[in-house]
């Protein structure tokens, strides 16, 4: 026993040579999302094409870097972390003495060129604010207080000095560490959280008016243009983003007046990547470059006749299994294959129906029998399976038989969920109305993270907490999601199990 003791001690001891070498390790593992859009910001403020307007080649080089970058980045969380080294130039926005010491163009930017043969995230991250001598001490200070458990400040977590030093020398506003909790503290009482953040998040709302309006402006002024029926806004960002992708949309509305004659009397978002959505929407990523947008516009009309076919296929798939609702992924879901693909998992599982048509033991389900059902047909290779919600999913891939099978096996506990549903969906709307009229709120909704079960429990405690009701909440915009937030444009976040 000892001597296989030893033997598993030495092995361990082979994979981690150090401490440090195994913290560093964890550090790879645990640089999450947030964690990396946390570190990489200072960075992206640096270079951003947006402050480069007025010189035209070194935004064209940031935009292609940095689409190049967020594809490595992605392709680094991929499962299989199948990525190619790639080399990448930026210009540097600089300041102060750092202006002197480096060497700049006639502009004054300096310009970094970053090698990137890294498979994990961490050493990607260090690697690129190394290059452009920004620190990376918060980086590891975040991930070792992961490591060893320590517990969570109740402070707000801050950026580091640089940073903040970086947006007041570049012109921008100084943003000083507010008093306020992290927003994951979510066993800080409401009635304590509000009473901290109500007060800066009316001033917040009010300060933010203008960009607000000046939004409303340019949104308005671009759906009368375009007649566009909407421009939505699907992204957990603020209002000073949303007001910049309006401008860059407006400009390239005014520089190709006639590829985006393909958009008007349509839909447009401003979503996470660009395509074309499930409900027809033209989305346009947040993160990708103009150039994107564009190549998106301009074939606009070929996919609006695929998007057509791609109904009609839907209605036959709904033929062939009783005449069910064949409902679509949601936008916002991030799994959400994209466009084209789906419209070839359609036609494969059309294909495969039709072959089942044609053999003698073929079931046939009566026409209309089923049209009160919910399937949604999805990538996955699964079995059929009816969810929470009452939806049953379908794999493209499955037997149709065994799909049809399935459809009237569950056909009566698909319509129990249902119908229970959607009385239930009314009521918890009903409480959030509510909710909104009773507090005095300005808004107040769910996100999507939130189930209708969720909402509802939140809803009655809001109406039932004396210690909320003494609370003076007038104008307050609230969104129930799983932690605190206070965000730059006064909305408030809450999780839906407050204390």
Partial sequence: MWKGAISSLLRFNQKFPTRHAAFQLTLKRRLNVSQTAEALRPFIFAVHPDFFGQHPEERATNEHSLKQLYAYIDGLRGEHHQV?????????????????????????FRPVSISL????????????????????????????QVQYGQVKSTKEATWDAFFYDYVEKAGGPR????????????????????KLNMEPAREKMVSTQPIRDEADSIKKELMEKLRL?????????????????????????EEYPDVFENVKGGKMVFGHSTRLSYEGKAVLGHRDVPRYWLGLVNGL???????????????????CLGGVQVCR?????????????????????????????????????????????????????RPPVLSPSGKI??????????????????????????????????????????CKQERSFTEFSQKDTVTNEEMRSCC?????????????????????????NLLDSGEMCIPWNWK
């Fill in 393 to 434: 999913y379908i794999s493209h891939t499955a037997p149709p038989k065994a799909v049809k099978q399935f459809l009237i096996d569950s056909r009566d506990d698909a319509r129990r969920i249902l119908e229970l549903n959607r009385d239930f969906k009314a009521e918890v709307a009903q409480l959030i109305q509510q």
């Fill in 229 to 253: 029926e909407e421009i939505s806004w699907k992204c957990p960002w603020d209002i000073n983003l949303f007001k910049g992708c309006l401008k860059t949309l407006r400009d390239l509305v």
């Fill in 175 to 194: 943003r000083q560490p507010s008093n306020t909790f992290s927003k994951d503290d979510t066993d800080v009482p409401l009635c304590l959280w509000m």
């Fill in 117 to 144: 043969p890294f498979r994990d995230i961490y050493s990607t991250v260090t690697h690129i604010l190394e290059s452009c001598d920004i620190p990376t001490d918060h980086i590891q200070q975040s991930a070792r």
């Fill in 329 to 381: 992924t949601h936008l916002d879901k991030a799994q959400a294959a994209p466009f084209k693909a789906y419209y070839q998992v359609l036609g494969q599982m059309l294909k495969g129906l039709y072959e089942e048509q044609q053999e003698e033991d073929s079931l046939v389900i009566p026409a209309g029998s089923l049209k009160d059902i919910q399937v949604q047909i999805i990538s996955d290779s």
């Fill in 460 to 484: 009655q405690r809001l109406l039932e907490d004396p210690a909320i009701q003494s609370m003076d909440l007038r104008g307050a915009k609230i969104r129930v999601g799983r932690h605190y």
């Fill in 301 to 319: 009309n070929e996919m609006y006749q695929m998007y057509g076919s791609m109904a009609g296929l839907e209605q036959q798939i709904s033929a």
């Fill in 84 to 108: 190619r080294p790639i080399d990448l130039k930026f210009f540097l926005r600089n300041y102060g003495q750092q202006k002197e010491q480096q060497s700049t163009t006639p502009e004054g």
